[in-house]
């Protein structure tokens, strides 16, 4: 049992408002797929869904992290212990590649930090929407390409390039710390890929010519489109209330995600969620709003009515339990080889898939 002193007490407390201080003064206006809270529920869903040999194997391999120390077990909640600390492991592995875009609990070195470790345009891939009867020009550095190969380097990835490249890791690299850092980014795009704007942007030949950046150029108010859709499922950040939600969207929506899960090719899960950003996200008033402007703008006003914010949330907590679901699948998948009896046959994931969406072609140039 661990005793604290008055003055130890207040050095912490001292210490994390200061931390939380540099956080907002620090933390830039970024595309991030579904907050904190999102992240780690994907992850606690998967966790409750996994054997627990390969809840052991995940969190042997994600202590090789090179980052684990400083940026996993240094960062841990003090209410969490014992038996959560292994599940609690897995939600940090899930908000880690968000963490890496400042390093705001770092006080030297950030930069280096974030050079090394940070990569911005893995967290999405912009399939393009167009104003109905209008079709702009794509830029020319669009990148909508999904598969990625050895040689390919790691600047510029999108969200199902970068995927591949993390599945390929597991498999194929001898080097633990690398493997490790792969697998964190698995558990953080299996969530990116279920939110509807980390698959889709906006174009418009007068707005938003080169694109909308996923609804973050759309305003709602003193925030964006796209930090509505990320806080969605909740705000909280407390761990046993996230526990207890975690529960509560296994038994609303289990059913279907265990049902949907089965559905493992990536390229289908954005599929999934562009055609949500077609039907629920990208309604007729926000299309109409935008459609007004005839010249480029930085940002448009939109609104979002009762019911628009209720879709919203419905569709949120159900795309975070498939989330969950689904990175449970993949993860039995990687790690069944390394736990199954000897000589017993395992079904890897499947090979990533050239496909697009409609009226693009895969090879069209490459967003951001």
């Known amino acids: 049992m661990r005793l604290y002193t008055a003055g130890m007490k207040r050095y912490r407390l001292v210490a994390c408002v200061a931390a939380v201080i540099c956080w907002l003064l620090s933390a830039p206006l970024t595309v991030q797929a579904w907050n904190d809270a999102g992240h780690r529920l994907t992850a606690m869903i998967a966790y409750e869904q996994l054997s627990p040999a390969v809840r052991t194997a995940v969190a042997q391999r994600l202590r090789e992290h090179p980052r684990f120390r400083a940026?996993?077990?240094q960062l841990k909640p003090l209410d969490v212990s014992g038996a959560d600390t292994e599940q609690w492991l897995f939600t940090q592995a899930a908000v880690w590649p968000d963490l890496a875009r400042n390093f705001a609990h770092v006080v030297d070195d950030r930069r280096d930090l974030q050079g090394r470790f940070h990569q911005g345009s893995w967290h999405y891939i912009n399939w393009p929407l167009f104003l109905p009867g209008t079709s702009t020009a794509l830029p020319a550095q669009l990148n909508i390409k999904p598969l990625w190969y050895p040689g390919m380097g790691v600047a510029r990835l999108n969200l199902l390039q970068a995927l591949h490249r993390a599945q390929w890791m597991q498999q194929q690299t001898d080097d633990a710390a690398e493997r490790a850092l792969a697998l964190a980014w698995i558990f953080h795009l299996v969530g990116d890929?279920?939110?509807?704007?980390?698959?889709?942007?906006?174009?418009t030949p007068g707005a938003f010519p080169e694109g909308d950046q996923g609804g973050n150029r759309l305003r709602v108010f003193a925030r964006t489109l796209h930090s509505r859709w990320d806080g969605a499922v909740t705000a909280g950040r407390d761990w046993k209330a996230l526990q207890d939600l975690a529960a509560m969207l296994m038994f609303e929506h289990g059913a279907v995600a265990a049902q949907v899960a089965q559905h493992?090719?990536?390229?289908?899960?954005?599929?999934?969620?562009?055609q949500l950003a077609r039907a629920l996200v990208y309604t007729a008033p926000l299309l109409n709003a935008v459609a007004a402007f005839a010249s480029p703008q930085d940002s448009v006003a939109v609104y979002l009515s009762d019911a628009y914010v209720a879709d919203m949330q419905a569709v949120a907590r159900e795309r975070v339990t498939i989330a969950g679901y689904r990175l449970a699948r993949l993860l039995e998948a990687l790690f069944a080889q390394s736990v199954a009896p000897a000589g017993e046959v395992i079904e890897m994931p499947?090979?990533?898939?050239?496909?697009?969406?409609?009226?693009?072609?895969p090879d069209s140039p490459q967003p951001r």
Do not use: N, Y
């Open 264 to 274: 493992r090719a990536p390229v289908a899960w954005i599929r999934e969620s562009h």
């Open 71 to 73: 940026d996993f077990m």
């Open 193 to 203: 890929a279920h939110q509807p704007l980390h698959s889709t942007a906006l174009f």
């Open 350 to 361: 499947p090979p990533f898939t050239a496909e697009s969406p409609a009226g693009v072609k």
